[in-house]
């Protein structure tokens, strides 16, 4: 079959089309069709800092793609609940010894997949799956309900455009800072209140939005020092979900008003094989609320062939897209 491969990692590092032998199925797994996979951010480092991430990048040649959305051609041993010609979605490869998604076919295992949303294409379905299991996961943690007043740090990102929509799904009050009309235009679109953080404070928004008592939950997809204004916008025993604490950072603010702090980091099933029926039940969960019109990718308006992965690899990094870049194969 063909891939996308990559013989070296960094900056320069280029994928190269190749033949590669078709995976063959196994028990507990099946074997897909692969029509799209997207791009993420862990994607992006693992192409340029290889062997830096430790655990987390394949060996070379490297078969990248986390994210997929195709048609199973076959299933192995012990799946009861999928068959072959299902439209399936899922994050299950690219990473550790998980063979990716940029080829025609691959290997994936049952528990780390659920059926397509009937009322999405195969390129939004690819969009979906790590950053909808991140969004989902961390509002889980931070015990959403009905009317409390949600913050999404960086709602018009991947992750943060998706919990925007799941907070407002689970009926909080929800409000979001970007950075310019672009972001806050789609932030209010999303359905949340926009706040620009290049023009107001953080005292300034908590005090408009909430009377200066915080907000009730916090979901910090910028991560790093921006958990700081995470912390001054928090409520007294207020809850704080993030995906991004690789610094060293006082965590005064956060004893001083008894916040809980959830780290989320989604890739945590397939690296340790552990629990990974939880993201198939994420994602079928996903799947509903999607099929109800209360969830909905957004896609960058760019489109990239198979051949394109470098093209789609570099829009991600560059920062000029708005929504999930995708490769179609």
Same mark, same amino acid.
């Given at each position: 079959?063909?891939?996308?491969?990559?013989?070296?990692?960094?900056?320069?590092?280029?994928?190269?089309?190749?033949?590669?032998?078709?995976? $063959?199925?196994?028990?507990?797994?099946?074997?897909?069709?692969?029509?799209?996979?997207?791009?993420?951010?862990?994607?992006?480092?693992?192409?340029?800092?290889?062997?830096?991430?430790?655990?987390?990048?394949?060996?070379?040649?490297?078969?990248?793609?986390?994210?997929?959305?195709?048609?199973?051609?076959?299933?192995?041993?012990?799946?009861?609940?999928?068959?072959?010609?299902?439209?399936?979605?899922?994050?299950?490869?690219?990473?550790?010894?998980?063979?990716?998604?940029?080829?025609?076919?691959?290997?994936?295992?049952?528990?780390?997949?659920?059926?397509?949303?009937?009322?999405?294409?195969?390129?939004?379905?690819?969009?979906?799956?790590?950053?909808?299991?991140?969004?989902?996961?961390?509002?889980?943690?931070?015990?959403?309900?009905?009317?409390?007043?949600?913050?999404?740090?960086?709602?018009?990102?991947?992750?943060?455009?998706? $919990?925007?929509?799941?907070?407002?799904?689970?009926?909080?009050?929800?409000?979001?800072?970007?950075?310019?009309?672009?972001?806050?235009?789609?932030?209010?679109?999303?359905?949340?209140?926009?706040?620009?953080?290049?023009?107001?404070?953080? $005292?300034?928004?908590?005090?408009?939005?909430?009377?200066?008592?915080?907000?009730?939950?916090?979901?910090?997809?910028?991560?790093?020092?921006?958990?700081?204004?995470?912390?001054?916008? $928090?409520?007294?025993?207020?809850?704080?979900?993030?995906?991004?604490?690789?610094?060293?950072?006082?965590?005064?603010?956060?004893?001083?008003?008894?916040?809980?702090?959830?780290?989320?980091?989604?890739?945590?099933?397939?690296?340790?094989?552990?629990?990974?029926?939880?993201?198939?039940?994420?994602?079928?969960?996903?799947?509903?609320?999607?099929?109800?019109?209360?969830?909905?990718?957004?896609?960058?308006?760019?489109?990239?062939?198979?051949?394109?992965?470098?093209?789609?690899?570099?829009?991600?990094?560059?920062?000029?897209?708005?929504?999930?870049?995708?490769?179609?194969?």
């Amino acid at each position: 079959m063909k891939a996308m491969i990559l013989n070296s990692y960094g900056e320069k590092a280029v994928f190269e089309k190749t033949e590669i032998a078709q995976p $063959a199925v196994k028990a507990g797994h099946v074997v897909l069709k692969v029509s799209a996979t997207s791009i993420n951010t862990v994607d992006t480092m693992i192409k340029t800092m290889g062997e830096a991430l430790g655990g987390l990048s394949p060996a070379l040649p490297a078969l990248l793609g986390m994210d997929f959305a195709g048609t199973i051609t076959e299933v192995g041993e012990s799946v009861e609940n999928y068959k072959v010609g299902d439209e399936i979605y899922g994050c299950a490869g690219g990473l550790a010894d998980l063979p990716g998604a940029l080829a025609e076919y691959m290997l994936a295992d049952a528990n780390l997949i659920a059926l397509k949303p009937k009322t999405l294409s195969m390129r939004e379905a690819a969009a979906l799956p790590l950053v909808g299991i991140t969004a989902y996961e961390a509002l889980q943690r931070a015990q959403i309900s009905a009317g409390k007043k949600v913050l999404v740090h960086g709602g018009s990102g991947g992750v943060g455009h998706l $919990a925007v929509q799941l907070a407002n799904y689970f009926g909080s009050d929800v409000y979001s800072t970007g950075g310019g009309n672009k972001q806050t235009s789609l932030i209010e679109k999303l359905g949340a209140t926009a706040i620009d953080y290049k023009k107001e404070k953080v $005292a300034d928004y908590v005090e408009k939005h909430t009377g200066s008592t915080g907000f009730d939950i916090i979901f910090d997809t910028v991560g790093g020092e921006n958990l700081l204004n995470s912390f001054e916008a $928090a409520a007294l025993n207020g809850q704080v979900a993030t995906t991004t604490t690789m610094l060293s950072l006082d965590l005064l603010p956060a004893h001083m008003k008894g916040l809980s702090l959830h780290v989320v980091f989604m890739l945590i099933p397939m690296l340790h094989n552990a629990k990974r029926e939880e993201h198939g039940a994420i994602l079928a969960e996903l799947a509903k609320i999607v099929e109800a019109g209360s969830l909905t990718p957004v896609l960058d308006e760019n489109r990239y062939a198979f051949e394109q992965v470098g093209d789609a690899y570099a829009r991600l990094t560059s920062g000029q897209g708005m929504g999930k870049v995708v490769v179609e194969i």
